[in-house]
C-alpha cells in the first residue's frame, strides 16, 4: 500500500446509506461509485476495497485482489474543498505535481472534477473563471505585458484564434516597420536638403542682373551671396540629418530585430515542447483507462465465474494499470515542467518586449526632438543670411547713387544755347 502526501476531500453518502446504519472499523468510511457500486475508504491511509473492512483491526475482511496505483487529480488551480471520489479500481496512490502552473488531470472520478476546474486552450491549461476568483496581477499598478497576454484572442479575420504572445510579437513587428518609415521619411528629408542646397547653390552663380549699380547693386550681390550662405547651411543640415537622426534610427533597427528573433524563436520552441508533451499526457491517459477497463473486466469476470481468467490474470492485469497509472502521472509531470518553464519565459519574454517597446518610443523621441533642434538651428542660420541683404535695403538711397554714378560718368555740365545769325 502507499500514502498520499495530504486526504483528498470525501464525499459521505446521501443520509439512509450504509455509512449511517453500520458501524465501520475507525478511519473507513463508505461511498458508491458513479455507476451505484459500493466501495470502502481508509481516511488515514487512501487505501480502497470493495469488501466491507473487519471489525477486528480496521482492515478488510479479505484482502481483495482488486488493487492499483492510480493517479489522482493533480494540483490544478481548484477550489478549496473540491471532492474527489475514488475509482472505482480500489487502491489509489495521491501525487502532487511538481510544477506550479496549472496541470492536467487523471481519468479516474476525481479527473472530472479537475476538468470542471480548468480549461485547455491550444494544450495550455488555465483556471476556470466560474470556479475561481481572479488571479492577481504579476504587476497590479500597470497596465503591463506580463499579465494581459495568456490566453487567446479571435482572429479579427475570423480564422481561429491569434497566441496571446503573438499579438505582442504582432505589435513590435509593427513598431518595427515604422520605425523603418521614420527612417525612409527623414532620408527623403535629407535628399530634398540636398537637391535645394545644389540648387541654390547654382542659382547663386547666376550672372542675372550682375551690371546692376549703386547702393542698389550691392543689395543684390549680397542676395546672390546669401543664397551661396542659405546652401551651405542647407547642406550642413542635410549631413547632421543623417548622422544625427537618419543612421541612429537604422541602427537602433537592426539590433532590435536581433532582439525579437531571439525571443519569437525561444518562445515557439516552448510552446512545441508544451504541445509534444500534452499529446503524451493524452496518450497515456487513454492508456490508462484501457488497462483500467480491462482489469475491471477481468475482474468482475472472476467474481461471477464467466470466465477462467486466474489469479495471475488479474495481478498481471492489475500490474499493466498500476504501470498506466504511474506513465501517465510521469507525463503530467513532464507536461507540467514545460508549461512552468514555458510560464516563466512568457513573464520574463514579456517584459523584454515591454522593455524593447520603452526603449524604441523613448528613442525616436529623442531622436526627433533632435531633429526639431537641427530645423530651428537651420532657420537661424538662413536669418543670418538675410539679415546683411536686409541691411542693406536699407541704405539703398537713389539721390546718392545718382549723384555716385554722374560723377563718374558726367561729360559736361555746360549746357547748349541758341545759334546766333
Known amino acids: 500500500m502507499s500514502s498520499s502526501p495530504g486526504k483528498p476531500g470525501m464525499v459521505p453518502p446521501p443520509p439512509g446509506e450504509e455509512s449511517q446504519t453500520v458501524v465501520l472499523p475507525p478511519g473507513w468510511q463508505s461511498y458508491l461509485s458513479p455507476q451505484g457500486r459500493r466501495y470502502y475508504v481508509n481516511t488515514a491511509t487512501n487505501e480502497t476495497t470493495w469488501e466491507r473492512p473487519s471489525s477486528s483491526h480496521g482492515l478488510p475482511a479479505s484482502p481483495g485482489p482488486h488493487r492499483s496505483s492510480l493517479p489522482p487529480t493533480v494540483n490544478g488551480h481548484h477550489t478549496s474543498g473540491a471532492p474527489a471520489h475514488p475509482p472505482e479500481t480500489a487502491h489509489m496512490s495521491v501525487r502532487k505535481s511538481t510544477g506550479d502552473s496549472q496541470n492536467l488531470g487523471s ?180 492508456a490508462l483507462t484501457e488497462r483500467q477497463r480491462d482489469l475491471e473486466m477481468k475482474t468482475q469476470q472472476l467474481e461471477i465465474k464467466l470466465s477462467n481468467k486466474t489469479e495471475e490474470d488479474i495481478k498481471k492485469a492489475r500490474r499493466k494499470s498500476t504501470q498506466a497509472g504511474d506513465d501517465l502521472m510521469r507525463c503530467v509531470d513532464l507536461y507540467n515542467q514545460a508549461q512552468s518553464k514555458w510560464f516563466e519565459e512568457m513573464v520574463t519574454t514579456t517584459l523584454e518586449l515591454e522593455r524593447l517597446e520603452v526603449e524604441r518610443v523613448e528613442m525616436i523621441r529623442q531622436h526627433l526632438c533632435q531633429y526639431t533642434q537641427l530645423r530651428h538651428e537651420t532657420d537661424m542660420f538662413n536669418q543670418s543670411t538675410v539679415e546683411p541683404v536686409d541691411q542693406l535695403l536699407r541704405k539703398v538711397d537713389p539721390a546718392k547713387d545718382r549723384e555716385l554714378w554722374v560723377r563718374e560718368h558726367k561729360t559736361g555740365n555746360i549746357r547748349p544755347v541758341d545759334m546766333e545769325i
Not at 527623414?186 to 540648387?199: G, S
Not at 542659405?230 to 548622422?243: G, T
Not at 530585430?257 to 508533451?277: E, F, N, V
Request: aromatic share 8%; charged share 30%.
Open 107 to 286: 481519468s479516474s472520478p476525481g479527473k472530472r472534477q479537475s476538468k470542471e476546474n480548468t480549461i485547455t486552450i491550444n494544450c495550455v491549461t488555465f483556471p476556470h473563471p466560474d470556479t475561481m476568483p481572479e488571479q492577481q496581477l504579476l504587476k497590479p499598478t500597470e497596465w503591463s505585458y506580463c499579465d494581459y497576454f495568456w490566453a487567446d484572442k479571435k482572429d479579427p479575420q475570423g480564422n481561429g484564434t491569434v497566441a496571446g504572445f503573438e499579438l505582442l510579437l504582432q505589435k513590435q513587428l509593427k513598431g518595427k516597420q515604422m520605425q523603418k518609415e521614420m527612417s525612409e521619411f527623414v532620408r527623403e528629408r535629407i535628399k530634398i536638403e540636398e537637391e535645394y542646397a545644389k540648387n541654390l547653390a547654382k542659382l547663386s552663380q547666376n550672372s542675372l542682373a550682375a551690371q546692376e549699380e549703386g547702393s542698389l547693386g550691392e543689395a543684390w550681390a549680397q542676395v546672390k551671396k546669401s543664397l551661396a550662405d542659405e546652401a551651405e547651411v542647407h547642406l550642413k543640415f542635410s549631413a547632421k540629418l543623417h548622422s544625427e537622426v537618419e543612421k541612429p534610427l537604422m541602427n537602433f533597427r537592426e539590433n532590435f530585430k536581433k532582439d525579437m528573433k531571439k525571443c519569437d524563436h525561444h518562445i515557439a520552441d516552448l510552446r512545441k515542447q508544451l504541445t509534444s508533451r500534452y499529446a503524451a499526457v493524452e496518450k497515456a491517459r487513454k
